[in-house]
Structure formats: structure tokens, C-alpha cells
């Protein structure tokens, strides 16, 4: 059924409705830019005034910047399945970080139409570069079986916790990286490995149309990266408080996170890579002279962590929204989105446009001139990049399986959030309204209850309970 829908699903033009109309020679291509644990005011688009990110300053002055753009929930795995599916996470198969052994996460079916397989059955080369997540190598869920022709990189998302890991993956081959057997050195740099090999994919397919995703870790903890001058850029600028933490040697382990002397240095240093990675892609863009016809998006997974030595409070890494990591107040989920496309976006732009990871899909079937899948839950949000009439949700859900389970809606200017889900005798909901409060400091759910009922009834229908990860405990 899979294989016929997709088969179907790629006849499907859909060049009448006036958004796009392109000959398959003259498809565009997509690179989807996804950091981890990246706050919303981590970067200079957004606010960040001690950490500089001049080349996505540049693609925001060259873009459209989102300033209601929201990540699949609050933590990497079930975020990420929301995004590939276009399910939110009361839909999508994956709703928590859940390890399998040897090696990996909990797989996404064989059902479960990607946005890899989608776009592969429009005619993309399609290639993901860094963390995974979403299947083990040989399971369902390996990329390579749900609709990506090239993966480099993590595949488990607990390995990716290190910089220096002992290995990473090249489609389904193990590659052993030198110097750091059994993590005893940190000796070789698996993000700057990645990203050749994702330039490399750019060399390679420049001359087709191709989808690209770019699930950099950067700057998920630990907080390490090369003693270079990114580094002594930011190093002794900052009042700085010591990290101990699980250090590379006989006693490290796989998901632990190493000890550092300048942590608020090394985050600002591990933010400003990240944006100097992003400007190697763009110059390779232009370089190969694609850079005119290829949409280039970036974002992040989820809001900023703690963990590691991580201080988001000293880098206002929230940009003033309430929470963090594993919240699903606003600073938990809203991300900075930033979408740049010669041509079609136009430069210098500012949406408000409620959107989340869900829209992904549909949006890239739309410019792939293909139907997505029927039982998303996403909108295209093509439109609003052509600054067309755009379409608006309804309403948007999240849930989230840790800290008792938390659920949220946000419907117009109206925010709720329902706690400890799995104890009925201390669940509550808080309600905000996101016009005047956009921090959430004032819960108004006593003198809301209509409200409170509505969006609670919302939350309930948005819910399919899953066997796997069950909400009724």
C-alpha cells in the first residue's frame, strides 16, 4: 500500500494551482537545516547579542524570518518523527526517546510515508547528514529505508551525545573513526566529517534536483569542539564556572557528556560553528551556481538544553519565552525558522504565520509539485514563502512523555498546557493568552473555564493513544 500510494501520489501535479508551475528540469532544491537544542534567541536573527552568527544574520537579511514557527515537541526523537511524517505528536508513531539495543532509537514503521519518500518519488536525490534517531541501521526505520538515497553520520542519537564518538555511520557501514577507540582521546571531530560529506553530496548532485537534509548536532551537549579559533574567539570573554562532568578515558561512557573548564566559551564557540557550517553551504551553493534555483531553510529540534554545563539563562537562549528542553511552555518548542529562496522569497521579510513541523511535507510536496499524503496534519506553507494568502491551523497540538506527561494546544492568541497527565489526581491545566503574555507568567485558567474546557477537549480529540507510548498508564 506504501509503494502505491507513492507511486500515485508522484502523478499528481499540482501546477494548476498557480503556486508553482515547473518543468521537472527545473525543480528546485531544498536543504533543510536542522540544529539541536537550539534556542529561539540563540542566534542574531533573534535577538542573541554575545554569540555572533554573521552568515545566518545573512540568510535572514536575504529571507523570510518566522516568529511563530514551532518544532514537533520539546525533546529530538518524537520532534524529528513529527517532522519526517507530517503527523503531530498525538498522531506520529515516535512520541519519546526510547533506546533498543545494541544500538539506536525505537523505528518508525515501514507504513509511515516520509517526507523522504515522498520527495524521492517526485524525482530528488535525497540525502540526510548528521543524527538520525528514528531506527536503527537495518531496521524499518534505517534512513535508507524510509526514502533517503544517502545517510552520513549518527544513527543513534545516545552515541551522538559525543563530539569524539568511537563511531559513525555511512549508509549502513560502520566506520570506525581514528583516535577515539573506546572513547579512551577525543581525537577526531565527527561533525566536521559530516559536513565534507555533505558538501560532497552538493558537488555530487548539483545537476539534478535534489532534497537535503542537514541535522547538524551542533550545539547539543556536551560542549567541546577543536581548540581553533572559533574557540579562542569567545575564550576568557566570559565569566565562567567550571564543568565536571564524564571525561573522555576509562571511565567515559557513551552518553555522557565531558567536562569543561570555559562552558559559556565553548557554547557560544559551538553556535558560531554551526553558523560558519551554514556559510560553507551557501557558498558551496553559489559556487556551483545553484544557489538561485535551491529553497534553504534552518531551524532547530527543540528549545535550549541544561544539560552538560549548559547556562540558556546567561544567553537568553529562550529570546524571553518561558522553559526550556522538555517543556512545552513556548521557549520549550518555538524555534527560529528562517527560510531564504532567490526569487521566490522575498529578502528582508517577516512572517507570523503559526506554522510547525508537521507543514514540512505537504509544503515540500507542493513545491515538488506532488500530493502529500492524506492523513497529514500539516498545511503547506508555501504560500505564506510566496506571500500569498495563506491558509492557518485551526489549532496546533503537542505532547510530551517525560516529567509525568504534559500536553499543549495553542488555538489563536490562546495557549494551554495540561501537567502531569499520567496521575489524574494532580493533573492541571494552565491557560495563557499569548497576545498580552507571551512569557506565560500569568496563568488566567481560574477565570477562563470555557476556555479551559475548550482547549482541553482539543487536546483529547488530538490524542490516539499508542501501545508503545501510552498515555493511559
Known amino acids: 500500500m506504501k509503494r502505491m500510494y507513492l507511486l500515485a501520489a508522484s502523478m499528481l501535479i499540482l501546477a494548476h494551482l498557480g503556486l508553482l508551475a515547473q518543468s521537472p528540469a527545473k525543480k528546485p532544491n531544498i536543504i533543510f537545516i536542522l540544529a539541536d537544542d537550539l534556542g529561539y534567541g540563540d542566534i542574531g536573527p533573534y535577538g542573541q547579542t554575545k554569540i555572533k552568527t554573521p552568515h545566518l544574520d545573512q540568510l535572514a537579511a536575504e529571507g523570510m524570518k518566522y516568529t511563530q514557527f514551532y518544532a514537533g515537541t520539546s525533546v529530538c526523537a518524537p520532534s524529528r518523527s513529527s517532522l519526517m511524517t507530517g503527523l503531530h505528536t498525538g498522531h506520529t508513531y515516535i512520541r519519546g526517546n526510547k533506546e533498543v539495543q545494541p544500538e539506536g532509537q525505537q523505528p518508525i514503521p515501514d507504513s509511515a510515508i516520509t517526507v523522504g519518500e515522498v520527495m524521492k518519488q517526485a524525482g530528488y536525490t535525497t540525502g540526510i547528514f548528521g543524527k538520525w534517531g528514528l531506527g536503527p541501521v537495518g531496521s524499518e526505520g534505517d534512513p535508507l529505508k524510509q526514502g533517503f538515497d544517502r545517510f552520513y553520520g549518527y544513527n543513534c542519537q545516545l552515541l551522538a551525545h559525543r563530539y569524539y564518538p568511537t563511531h559513525i555511520w555511512d549508509n549502513d557501514t560502520k566506520v570506525d573513526l581514528d583516535g577515539n577507540d573506546n572513547l579512551l582521546q577525543a581525537k577526531t571531530y565527527a561533525p566536521e566529517m559530516i559536513q565534507q560529506k555533505a558538501l560532497q553530496f552538493l558537488d555530487d548532485n548539483k545537476s539534478k534536483p535534489f ?73 558551496k551553493l553559489k559556487a556551483l551556481g545553484i544557489d538561485d534555483n535551491t529553497l534553504v531553510i534552518f531551524t532547530s529540534d527543540n528549545g535550549p538544553h541544561l544539560e552538560g554545563g549548559a547556562d540558556p539563562d546567561f544567553f537568553n537562549s529562550g529570546g524571553g519565552l518561558r522553559g526550556y528542553k522538555r517543556d512545552l511552555y513556548e521557549g520549550g518548542v518555538r524555534e527560529p525558522f528562517i527560510a531564504r529562496w532567490p526569487g521566490k522569497v ?96 500569568n496563568n488566567i485558567a481560574s477565570s477562563n473555564p470555557t476556555r479551559v474546557q475548550e482547549l482541553t477537549k482539543l487536546m483529547d480529540q488530538s490524542h490516539v493513544e499508542s501501545s508503545i507510548f501510552p498515555f493511559e498508564k
Open 211 to 283: 532534497m537535503l537534509f542537514l541535522t547538524y548536532t551542533l550545539p547539543h551537549a556536551e560542549l567541546l569542539a577543536p581548540d581553533d579559533s572559533i574557540f579562542l574567539e569567545y575564550k576568557g570573554k566570559f565569566d565562567e564556572k567550571p564543568y565536571k562532568g564524564n571525561d573522555y578515558g576509562p571511565k567515559a561512557n557513551k552518553g555522557g557528556y565531558t567536562s569543561q573548564q570555559y562552558p559559556h566559551a565553548m557554547f557560544a564557540a559551538m553556535v558560531t560553528r554551526l553558523d560558519v557550517y551554514v556559510g560553507q553551504v551557501m557558498n
Open 346 to 441: 522575498k529578502a528582508g521579510t517577516v512572517n507570523d504565520y503559526a506554522g510547525a513541523f508537521w507543514d514540512v511535507l505537504p509544503t515540500f510536496a507542493q513545491i515538488a509539485g506532488v500530493q502529500a499524503p492524506a492523513n497529514t496534519d500539516g498545511i503547506s506553507f508555501l504560500p505564506s514563502l510566496l506571500q500569498k494568502k495563506q491558509k492557518q491551523h485551526d489549532y496546533l497540538y503537542f505532547e510530551f512523555h517525560e516529567n509525568g506527561g504534559t500536553q499543549s494546544v495553542r488555538k489563536g492568541k490562546w495557549k494551554a498546557v495540561r501537567l502531569n497527565v499520567f496521575d489524574k489526581n494532580k493533573t492541571s491545566v494552565e491557560l495563557y493568552d499569548l497576545s498580552k503574555d507571551p512569557a506565560e507568567k
